[in-house]
Nanobody, 125 residues
Framework: DVQLQASGGGLVQAGGSLRLSCAAS????????IGWFRQAPGKEREGVSC????????YYADSVKGRFTISSDNAKNMVYLQMNSLKPEDTAVYYC??????????????????WGKGTQVTVSS
């Protein structure tokens, strides 16, 4: 089993920044992607970004490219999402996730094997 604990959400004005953190623990796998999904009110869950364990490649949804940066600290089993130039449409509950396997794009919801509890990000206009 895998445990994922996300933190760092909050309220920020448009144009501001937040950094989300995810502490991962439990089982390990040879190939997996760890990253972030989000769900805005009334919308489906959306893959935001992930890091591939195989080579450290990073992937982003088009909606966040150039504004969000994902990184990891493997020694601490931590994953981070630096969110800059935030927009009201980034308002959502953000989930730390793990998908087992090798990915070359942000995984879809069906590919996710583990979900952490979400953290709320609210961007005011």
């Amino acid at each position: 089993d895998v445990q994922l604990q996300a933190s760092g959400g909050g309220l920020v004005q448009a144009g501001g920044s937040l950094r989300l953190s995810c502490a991962a623990s439990g089982s390990t796998f040879d190939d997996y992607a760890i990253g972030w999904f989000r769900q805005a009110p009334g919308k489906e869950r959306e893959g935001v970004s992930c890091i591939s364990s195989s080579d450290g490649s990073t992937y982003y949804a088009d909606s966040v490219k150039g504004r969000f940066t994902i990184s990891s600290d493997n020694a601490k089993n931590m994953v981070y999402l630096q969110m800059n130039s935030l927009k009201p449409e980034d308002t959502a509950v953000y989930y730390c996730v793990v998908g087992i396997g090798r990915f070359t794009v942000v995984p879809s919801e069906v590919d996710i094997d583990y979900w952490g509890k979400g953290t709320q990000v609210t961007v005011s206009s």
